[in-house]
């Protein structure tokens, strides 16, 4: 099933690996047929808590649409990457 979702994603604050991060992303999100309506790049900005020694993000934030079974799929993905520092998938039509 067919659904809208805000994904937000933070890279390391290095350039050259938020590239690679955000590449890995959207093949990530291509692979999965997922449609990406809107993206907006936030900047680096400082983290609340240090993640993976890092105290900077690069902030990358996405709606698309995706097929609900895809998500955890690429979640997996995601977790298991060494480029992406933190994610988050929300559907904003549950509440």
Known sequence: ?????????IF??????????????????ARFNAEITKEEDLGVKTLAYIIRKQEKGHYVYFELKADTATIAQMSQIFQLSTLVLKFLFVNPERK
């Open 1 to 9: 099933m067919i659904q809208n979702y805000e994904f937000t994603v």
């Open 12 to 29: 390391d604050a290095d350039e050259e690996k938020s590239k690679a991060g955000l590449e890995l992303v959207k093949s990530t999100l």
